[in-house]
């Protein structure tokens, strides 16, 4: 089955401080990969995505993302938070340009400590 | 560019009532696909219109339908609404090739009471 996973449902980290968020993924094809970020009342922005090649790819806002296939994982990572990071992070896998459907994670709010 | 546009932003409604809620995808873009966002059930794919044809459909039931038209705009419809259809109701617009990388709108919040 096709699935998405994040493990944390809520982190807290001092602003200045790294962050990890962690997603597990199941999907039976080659997957393409996103990470969004969505603000209170908002829709989604789009941080970083993974189709090919190197699996450290870097986004917006300074973050960046490991693929790790042995692991079915793909990490999200900003070497220091800004208080303005505060917001919900979703992971999502999708297919090919034969489907729209994306898979999202359950979330993960980051709440930043001043 | 601009971007995505959904309209109305906000709704209530009550139940039993129908809703259609529209999206402008970004320019050049043919694929428009919706979500539906509950704090219980997290973001879930309703469907997904391609070319004025319906290419991908989530596991929602047939009171949730969607058409698309010429110029890619889209609509949702949601019949005989339930409490449960309060939601943010979200479209991503995509160029439909290769990494199908999926642009969103700001979303429709709709109130059902």
């Known amino acids: 089955a096709q699935s998405v996973t994040q493990p944390d449902i809520h982190i807290t980290v001092s602003e200045g401080a790294s962050l990890e968020l962690r997603c597990n993924y199941s999907?039976?094809?080659?997957?393409?990969l996103f990470w969004y970020v969505q603000s209170p009342g908002q829709g989604l922005q789009l941080l970083l995505k993974y189709f090919s090649g190197d699996t450290l790819v870097q986004g917006i806002k300074g973050f960046e993302a490991e693929f790790k296939r042995s692991q079915s994982s793909f990490n999200l990572r900003k070497p220091s938070v800004h208080w303005s990071d505060a917001a919900e992070y979703f992971c999502a896998v999708g297919g090919s340009g034969n489907t729209g459907k994306l898979i999202f994670g359950q979330g993960t709010t980051l709440q930043v400590k001043p | 560019k601009a971007g995505v546009t959904q309209t109305p932003r906000y709704l209530i409604k009550t139940r039993g009532q129908q809703v259609t809620l529209s999206c402008s995808p970004i320019s050049g873009h043919r694929s428009v696909s919706w979500y539906q966002q509950t704090p219980g059930q997290g973001l879930q794919f309703l469907f997904e219109y391609f070319s004025e044809t319906q290419r991908n459909k989530g596991n929602f039931p047939g009171r949730f339908s969607g058409r698309q038209f010429s110029n890619s705009r889209s609509e949702m419809n949601v019949s005989t609404l339930e409490l449960g259809d309060s939601a943010l109701y979200l479209c991503?617009?995509?160029?439909?090739?290769?990494?199908?990388?999926?642009?969103f709108g700001p979303g429709t919040r709709l109130t059902v009471l």
């Open positions: 991503a617009s995509s160029l439909a090739t290769g990494s199908n990388e999926q642009f």
């Open positions: 999907y039976g094809a080659t997957p393409y």
